[in-house]
């Protein structure tokens, strides 16, 4: 082949073009420590990425869901907790008031006694969180029950429903209609009445156990899932950095190669052997 | 018939003459070593018409050719027309493949995936904001977030869209500018109508008009890279020449319209690829990002049970929400959250996220193609040049080499031409001297 002065410095320079091109890719995944930058470095994994990011923020988004739906649940249950001692303390004096030794005055003062402890049940069950009445089904703008409607529950029969997984729906409140029901049991003294009622809050309380558990472990499954989902998003976009660095160092051998041999291969002519 | 003594003073200087004419064509070489589209030229030498001489040149009687030196018999373009066939078929696919690669990197840099600010992460986040109204249905700041990110993805629908639409506009108004009356192929048309008449008029003299085709192929050779160039030679040197399916120039006429039939097909090239772009790709991109806008918008409606986002296209969707306290998280009473658990839930049932991750992998792959023929072709281009320049570039080292033959040449035919003087002089002034 007849070599023309021409073609030797446009193979130097195409193959430097060539060179700096594969240098820049190698320095670009370097730096950004990403495979993938543009969806033409990899179409199908460009697509898989996006669908995985918006798997990500599905997952925390639903991990979301269940911390909200817990900080609920726990706020539940320790009010559960207080009725549950409050009804307990109604019955101890109930029983008390029921014992033939116990005098009038005794009786009279039990009952104003009662009488407070049946406000306290009420007012802990208007006990919000974050705002927002628990125990009023979704009229979590309306406290259960108002000083000016007595024993009446002004809340609605609604569940309040948290989503903690696609399509998986926890309902996470009680009402207080459910739990206390007309209120007028405490204050009935009739022992199997108050029994019953606490028999009712016990099971709401291990209800409300159960959804805890039931949502913490959605939680766990989400945290495995996002972790999964995490890792498989960095095999998908993310540059192997052992191999980008070794590539990077090859790629500036090869450069300074080609600059090394364009120069030799340049200077040379018959003209610098002729006299 | 007797011979000239000053036959041979004759044959020198035709040697002389050759040898500098030869010189004289490897100085035109060397001066247009880095000369773009020049072709190395020769001149060919053929022994001169040989001198007749009558019966009884020869001793048996007969007569003779006797030789009279060297006559330069044409000059010689090196050239195979072949090879700028394929020059010109390669140049025109690596600009067609540069041009769709750089509108298509353009795009793909507007699509900007995968990143944490492109439509699939404020897709996400318009969900999480709904997730968020779900979880505080009583919350006037939620209220105001899902607004917010609903009007931040609408607008992000819109930005894309415009840049799509740009990059379709900018291509149609460059496809314009090169096609149009001041444009470059009018220009080159204009040139080889000349150039077809002032080859013509060469040729009619009887001379090779060498550096006129050398700058003809040339502008030929720009015109390959705007589309499918067809060449067919007229008389005396002229040609037609064909992009796509319209005549560039026939004869010595440009045939060039100012305005283009609407039939007209580049066949390939820059022109080519901005046809492929403007009627094809890019609006293929729009109705498929719009065909996400619509199914976004469609869900999310049916979810919210009324209008949520108004407009079933990526320009024109926007909240059709009167104000972001007017967003509805529920059916019922203050904490119901039906409709924002509804939406939410529409980030794993609807299809919008996948048609939209399907029109990312679209547009990278056809981006990916584009750099991948750009780089084959630039090989191919590469590797046709090459072909052509070992044909027909100069290589200073064989011009010097020839050089040297030339020179030396030039002396042996000026030292015959004095040693024919030497005998001559003998002839003249030492006859009839004998014995002096």
């Known amino acids: 082949m007849r070599i023309t002065s021409g073609m030797s410095q446009r193979h130097v320079l195409s193959d430097l073009r060539r060179v700096q091109e594969r240098l820049a890719a190698a320095q670009d995944q370097v730096s950004s420590g990403k495979r993938v930058e ?21 997952t925390a988004a639903y991990r979301t869901s269940v911390d909200d739906s817990t900080s609920w649940l726990d706020a539940t249950d320790s009010a559960l907790d207080s009725l549950t001692q409050i009804v307990q ?17 005794g009786r009279q003062s039990i009952q104003a006694e009662i009488d407070q402890l049946t406000e306290q049940a009420k007012s802990t069950l208007n006990g919000a969180y974050d705002g927002r009445y628990l125990f009023s089904g979704t009229a979590t703008n309306q406290p259960p029950y108002t000083a000016a409607t007595g024993d009446a529950y002004q809340g609605d029969t609604s569940a309040v429903v948290r989503q903690i997984g696609p399509g998986v729906s926890v309902q996470v409140n009680v009402t207080a209609d459910d739990v206390l029901g007309t209120v007028t049991w405490l204050q009935s003294g009739d022992l199997s009445q108050i029994d019953a009622g606490l028999d009712n809050i016990v099971a709401k309380r291990s209800q409300i156990g159960a959804t805890t558990n039931r949502v913490t472990a959605a939680g766990q499954r989400l945290d495995d899932l996002g972790d ?48 | 018939m007797p011979i000239s003594s000053f036959l041979g003073l004759q044959t020198s200087l035709r040697g002389l003459l050759a040898q500098q004419r030869s010189l004289d064509v490897a100085a035109h070489n060397i001066a247009n070593a880095n000369t773009v589209g020049y072709t190395r030229q020769e001149a060919s030498l053929g022994a001169a018409d040989p001198l007749h ?51 298509l990197d353009r795009v793909q840099s507007a699509v900007n995936e995968p990143s944490d600010t492109g439509i699939n992460s404020l897709l996400t986040k318009f969900y999480d904001a709904w997730n968020d109204l779900a979880a505080h249905p009583e919350s006037a700041g939620s209220r105001e977030a899902v607004n917010k990110a609903a009007a931040t993805l609408a607008d992000a629908f819109k930005t894309l869209a415009t840049d799509i639409g740009n990059a379709t506009t900018d291509a149609q108004n460059e496809f314009t500018a090169l096609t149009g009356s001041t444009g470059p192929i009018q220009a080159a048309a204009t040139s080889i109508a000349k150039l077809n008449k002032a080859i013509d008029n060469a040729i009619d003299a009887g001379q090779s008009p060498n550096d006129l085709l050398d700058q003809r192929d040339q502008v030929l050779d ?48 820059q022109l080519g690829a901005l046809q492929t772009l403007t009627t094809t790709t890019l609006p293929g991109y729009l109705a498929a990002l719009d065909q996400v806008a619509n199914t976004l918008a469609t869900d999310v409606n049916a979810a919210y049970g009324s209008t949520f986002f108004g407009g079933t296209t990526a320009l024109t969707l926007g909240t059709g929400i009167p104000a972001a306290s007017s967003i509805a998280a529920g059916t019922g ?101 004998v014995g002096l």
């Open chain 2, 222 to 269: 720009e015109l390959s890279q705007y589309g499918n160039v067809s060449v067919t030679p007229q008389a005396n040197g002229r040609i037609q020449v064909m992009l796509g399916n319209q005549s560039v120039v026939d004869d010595t006429i440009v045939d060039w319209p100012a305005s283009l039939p609407s039939t007209f097909a580049a066949g390939g090239g």
């Open chain 1, 228 to 275: 999964i989902t995490t890792k498989l998003l960095s095999n998908t976009e993310d540059a192997d950095l052992p191999q980008a660095l070794i590539d990077l160092s090859s790629q500036q051998t090869a450069l300074q190669s080609a600059l090394r041999g364009g120069a030799t291969l340049i200077q040379q002519s018959l003209m610098d052997f002729l006299q």
């Open chain 1, 89 to 105: 303390r109604v019955r101890e004096l109930t029983v008390q008031a029921n014992n033939a030794a116990t005098s009038t005055a």
């Open chain 1, 38 to 58: 543009k969806p033409s470095d990899d179409p199908l994994a460009a697509e898989r990425a996006t669908r995985l990011r918006a798997d990500l923020g599905s």
């Open chain 2, 333 to 433: 009473a203050a904490g119901s959250n039906d409709i924002a658990l509804a939406v939410q839930s529409l980030r794993d049932s609807s299809a919008a996220g996948q048609q939209y991750a399907a029109f990312v992998r679209q547009v990278g792959s056809d981006a990916d193609n584009a750099l991948n023929a750009q780089t084959v072709a630039q090989a191919a281009v590469d590797s046709a040049e090459d072909r052509r320049q070992n044909i027909s570039g100069v290589s200073l080292d064989e011009e010097m080499a020839n050089m040297l033959r030339f020179q030396r040449g030039y002396q042996a035919s000026a030292r015959a031409m004095s040693s024919i003087d030497d005998m001559l002089d003998t002839l003249i002034s030492r006859a009839g001297r």
């Open chain 2, 53 to 103: 001489t009558g019966s009884g040149a020869l001793q048996n009687g007969s007569g003779a050719y006797l030789g009279q030196g060297v006559d330069v018999t044409a000059y010689r373009r090196i050239r195979d027309s072949f090879l700028d066939l394929q020059v010109r078929a390669q140049t025109m696919a690596l600009n067609d493949a540069t041009t769709a690669a750089e509108s």
